[in-house]
C-alpha cells in the first residue's frame, strides 16, 4: 500500500520559515511519474489548495502564497517539498499532500502535518 508521509510542521513565528517534506514509499514506478499537490486546511474552512509540481515539473501556486511558499521535488528520494517562508498567522493549518497518477486514476493522501503560526 503506498505511503505518503508528511513532516516539518511545527510552531514558528509570524516572518519565520518552515520546510515541509512529503516522503513517498511503496510506489512501484517512484513519485516521479505523479503530480504532488499541497493542501492545507484550517479549523473551520474549506481545503485550501496551496501548490502543485506535475510530473513534468510545471509549478502553480494559490494566490494567497505566491511569492512565499516553494513547491518542489526530489524524485530519487521520492519526496516533496514544501518551503514556506515569511509565514503568517494565516498559514496555520495542517498541511497535506496528495499524489495523483492521471493515468490510472491513482490518488494518495497523506496524514497531515500542523502548522502553526503566532503572531
Known amino acids: 500500500q503506498v505511503q505518503l508521509v508528511e513532516s516539518g510542521g511545527g510552531l514558528v513565528q509570524a516572518g519565520g520559515s518552515l520546510r515541509l517534506s512529503c516522503a513517498a514509499s511503496?510506489?512501484?514506478?517512484?513519485?516521479?511519474?505523479?503530480?504532488i499537490t499541497w493542501y492545507r486546511q484550517a479549523p473551520g474552512k474549506q481545503r485550501e489548495l496551496v501548490a502543485t509540481?506535475?510530473?513534468?515539473?510545471?509549478?502553480t501556486y494559490a494566490d494567497s502564497v505566491k511569492g512565499r511558499f516553494t513547491i518542489s521535488r526530489e524524485n530519487a528520494k521520492n519526496t516533496c517539498y514544501l518551503q514556506m517562508n515569511s509565514l503568517k498567522p494565516e498559514d496555520t493549518a495542517v498541511y497535506h499532500c496528495?499524489?495523483?497518477?492521471?493515468?490510472?486514476?491513482?490518488?494518495?493522501w497523506g496524514q497531515g502535518t500542523q502548522v502553526t503560526v503566532s503572531s
Open positions: 496528495r499524489a495523483q497518477w492521471m493515468l490510472t486514476a491513482e490518488d494518495y
Open positions: 509540481i506535475t510530473r513534468g515539473g510545471s509549478i
Open positions: 511503496r510506489m512501484t514506478f517512484g513519485i516521479g511519474i505523479y503530480d
